[in-house]
């Protein structure tokens, strides 16, 4: 049973638009979410993350939006760049159980 | 250059043994969590460790063990391997023993043949 799921395996987008990576979750008690960046050869790396009682946080370019009434989340990059191609894994946090719970992962190319 | 860092980076074996992945964290930190990340899959949890002590376990097979040393590295044991273990290992570490955000090493890359 996949408590977070990310729905598509890969998007492409050009240079300079926006890259929207979404995420679903099914248990409504997790209390923080992330997203992790993991290009090729390397470990994943923390990106940005939320709390389940904010709807909205940005850092730079990425914001991660929450909607908790629909157990979605979505990370969109603005603008995205060619080095923003990686995986990008979603992550759910259920503080109790001090166990991070990934995503499959969806595979980001950006285009020159 | 996460700071964690994961030997062997990859590892060939035959089914049936048993191999010992290696981890050490970020200076500093004291909690070690292990992940598995099969073919298409997520990364799956397996076990976390603080100071020394087993803290969390996810879904680790019992063929599987780990253990966290007093100078903070950990090992991660797999035996009686079987050709589904073929798997991205990762290590990860993390200051305090509830922390979302930890720190990944590169990974070891195991397959089993």
């Known amino acids: 049973d996949q408590q977070v799921k990310q729905n598509s395996p890969s998007l492409s987008v050009q240079e300079g638009r926006i890259s929207i990576l979404n995420c679903d979750y099914t248990?409504?008690?997790?209390?923080?979410f992330l997203w992790y960046k993991k290009y090729p050869a390397e470990g994943p790396t923390f990106l940005i993350s939320?709390?389940?009682?904010?709807d909205k946080n940005e850092d730079g370019r990425f914001t991660v939006f929450l909607n908790k009434s629909a157990k979605h989340l979505s990370l969109h990059i603005v603008p995205s760049q060619p080095g923003d191609s990686a995986v990008y894994f979603c992550?759910?946090?259920?503080?109790?159980?001090?166990?991070?719970?990934f995503g499959k992962g969806t595979k980001l190319t950006v285009n020159p | 250059d996460s700071g964690v860092t994961q030997t062997p980076k990859h590892l060939i074996t035959a089914t049936g043994q048993r191999v010992t992945l290696r981890c050490s964290p970020r200076s500093g930190d004291l909690s070690v969590y292990w992940y598995q990340q099969s073919l298409d899959q997520g990364l799956q949890f397996l076990i976390q460790?603080?100071?020394?002590?087993?803290?969390a376990k996810g879904n680790i097979l019992e063929r599987f063990s780990a253990q966290q040393f007093p100078d903070l590295h950990s090992e991660l044991n797999l035996s009686s391997l079987e050709l589904g273990d073929s798997a991205l290992y990762f290590c990860a570490s993390s200051v305090a023993a509830i922390s979302p955000e930890a720190f990944f090493g590169q990974g070891t890359r195991l397959t089993v043949v």
């Open positions: 992550a759910a946090f259920l503080g109790g159980s001090e166990k991070l719970v």
């Open positions: 248990n409504s008690m997790f209390d923080y």
């Open positions: 460790y603080y100071n020394g002590e087993e803290r």
């Open positions: 939320i709390s389940s009682i904010k």
